[in-house]
């Protein structure tokens, strides 16, 4: 027979024996003190004070064994004509061992049967259970058996408490141990959830953080690289253009180094990045055009001024749109951007190229895809034979 779930924990027997060490001490003086009015009765004296202790030995560990011990005691004692002990009293023990970790069929088993047997035991006391031997210990009882009703139901009542009530504060410890093991549990639930959810924070920032330096680095390479390809076709004897070719390669590294400090910077306070306003995609279109490529920029409608979210979702849409047409663009190919203000912002960028386009699952589209959906927007890609054109659409918010 296994404890129940919430049965106690395991201490050693020896630990649970000391209450019924005590018991059987209590028990030997109970034969002791009774053999002179029960001569040739020790022992069915003594099986009842072992019946007793080895249910009180069970008190913790297998209540229900304990239950059926008390009963089988009871039931030889009705047999055998054996006064209610002293020792018997200890029974409260089980009871509350019952109701505390029995399990549910034991406690509503322990919850009857005690109270009954104490009731069973009274009536038979009174209806002249014990024998007439020589009516010394019957006529010590005589007042009680002869007397009124009132002290009957007293005595009746006294037996009663002596089980119920430790029964009751079982079950009261019961509820009290499983609603603090309830609230335990949701603590650590709740626990666990937010655990969970800032391992989720921080793996997003790592996303976020990612994403934003490919994009601010693959940009300000692209640059550089453009510049140090134009570079090559410089002539010789023309040191002034080369210089300022030199000047927007060195522009271009510190704008990105910047950049970069700028992302970091965000993950180490609050993770918020420096707003952007509209002047900065003008700066961005105006640094590509600074690179050599040439740039047709167009706008129409009427711009307005976009929330601090989707200001930021914008510009590194548009930077790794611009970079995609320095990388994979042809040079000969002006890059063409438009921005389309309607009900939303809509961001195109196109190039020609000669097959060398961006992969549709590539890390630059996807992380268009991710940040546009972050905020509610797409991204439509239009490869061609000779053309390669991308699209970002985001709402604005009033």
């Given at each position: 027979?296994?404890?129940?779930?919430d049965?106690?924990?395991?201490?050693?027997?020896?630990?649970?024996?000391l209450?019924?060490?005590?018991?059987?001490?209590?028990?030997?003086?109970?034969?002791?003190?009774?053999?002179?009015?029960?001569?040739?009765?020790?022992?069915?004296?003594?099986?009842?004070?072992?019946?007793?202790?080895?249910?009180?030995?069970?008190?913790?560990?297998?209540?229900?064994?304990?239950?059926?011990?008390?009963?089988?005691?009871?039931?030889?004692?009705?047999?055998?004509?054996?006064?209610?002990l002293?020792?018997?009293?200890?029974?409260?023990?089980?009871?509350?061992?019952?109701a505390?970790?029995?399990?549910?069929?034991?406690?509503?088993?322990?919850?009857?049967?005690?109270?009954?047997?104490?009731?069973?035991?009274?009536?038979?006391?009174?209806?002249?259970?014990?024998?007439?031997?020589?009516?010394?210990?019957?006529?010590?009882?005589?007042?009680?058996?002869?007397?009124?009703?009132?002290?009957?139901?007293?005595?009746?009542?006294?037996?009663?408490?002596?089980?119920?009530?430790?029964?009751?504060?079982g079950l009261?410890?019961?509820?009290?141990?499983?609603?603090?093991?309830?609230?335990?549990?949701?603590?650590?639930?709740?626990?666990?959830?937010q655990?969970?959810?800032?391992?989720?924070?921080?793996?997003s920032?790592?996303?976020?953080?990612?994403?934003?330096?490919?994009?601010?680095?693959?940009?300000?390479?692209?640059?550089?690289?453009?510049?140090?390809?134009?570079g090559?076709?410089?002539?010789?004897?023309?040191?002034?253009?080369?210089?300022?070719?030199?000047?927007?390669?060195?522009?271009?590294?510190?704008?990105?180094?910047?950049d970069?400090?700028?992302?970091?910077?965000?993950?180490?306070?609050?993770?918020?990045?420096?707003?952007?306003?509209?002047?900065?995609?003008?700066?961005?279109?105006?640094?590509?055009?600074?690179?050599?490529?040439?740039?047709?920029?167009?706008?129409?409608?009427?711009?307005?001024?976009?929330?601090?979210?989707?200001?930021?979702?914008?510009?590194?849409?548009l930077?790794?749109?611009?970079?995609?047409?320095?990388?994979?663009?042809?040079?000969?190919?002006?890059?063409?951007?438009?921005?389309?203000?309607?009900?939303?912002?809509?961001l195109?960028?196109?190039?020609?190229?000669?097959?060398?386009?961006?992969?549709?699952?590539?890390?630059?589209?996807?992380?268009?895809?991710?940040?546009?959906?972050?905020?509610?927007?797409?991204?439509?890609?239009?490869?061609?034979?000779?053309?390669?054109a991308?699209?970002?659409?985001?709402?604005?918010?009033?």
């Open positions: 027979m296994q404890p129940p779930p049965g106690p924990a395991p201490r050693g027997w020896l630990v649970d024996a209450p019924a060490l005590v018991v059987a001490g209590v028990g030997l003086v109970d034969v002791v003190r009774l053999l002179p009015f029960l001569p040739g009765q020790g022992a069915q004296l003594a099986a009842v004070v072992l019946g007793t202790v080895a249910a009180v030995l069970t008190w913790r560990r297998l209540p229900s064994l304990g239950i059926g011990l008390a009963w089988l005691t009871c039931a030889l004692q009705v047999v055998t004509y054996v006064p209610p002293v020792t018997q009293v200890a029974l409260a023990l089980v009871a509350f061992g019952a505390r970790w029995g399990r549910p069929a034991t406690v509503a088993v322990a919850g009857i049967s005690l109270p009954l047997g104490v009731l069973i035991g009274l009536l038979l006391f009174r209806d002249g259970w014990f024998p007439g031997s020589g009516g010394s210990f019957r006529e010590a009882l005589a007042p009680l058996i002869s007397s009124s009703t009132t002290l009957q139901v007293g005595v009746v009542g006294l037996g009663l408490g002596t089980l119920a009530l430790p029964w009751l504060a009261a410890v019961r509820f009290l141990v499983r609603a603090r093991t309830s609230q335990q549990q949701q603590l650590a639930a709740e626990a666990r959830e655990e969970s959810a800032e391992v989720a924070r921080l793996r920032d790592q996303a976020r953080l990612a994403a934003d330096v490919h994009d601010v680095v693959g940009h300000s390479l692209a640059v550089i690289l453009a510049q140090a390809e134009s090559q076709y410089l002539p010789d004897d023309d040191p002034a253009r080369l210089k300022q070719t030199l000047a927007v390669i060195a522009t271009s590294a510190r704008s990105s180094l910047q970069v400090r700028t992302v970091l910077q965000a993950t180490r306070s609050d993770g918020r990045t420096p707003d952007v306003v509209l002047a900065d995609l003008d700066d961005l279109v105006e640094g590509v055009r600074r690179s050599g490529r040439e740039v047709v920029d167009a706008q129409t409608g009427r711009p307005q001024p976009l929330p601090p979210e989707l200001a930021q979702v914008a510009y590194r849409v930077q790794e749109m611009v970079t995609n047409a320095l990388r994979h663009g042809r040079r000969d190919a002006p890059v063409q951007v438009d921005r389309i203000w309607d009900d939303g912002l809509c195109r960028v196109a190039n020609g190229t000669d097959g060398a386009a961006p992969s549709p699952g590539g890390r630059g589209l996807v992380g268009m895809r991710d940040r546009l959906a972050s905020v509610g927007g797409r991204l439509d890609v239009e490869p061609g034979p000779d053309r390669f991308v699209t970002a659409r985001l709402p604005v918010r009033r």
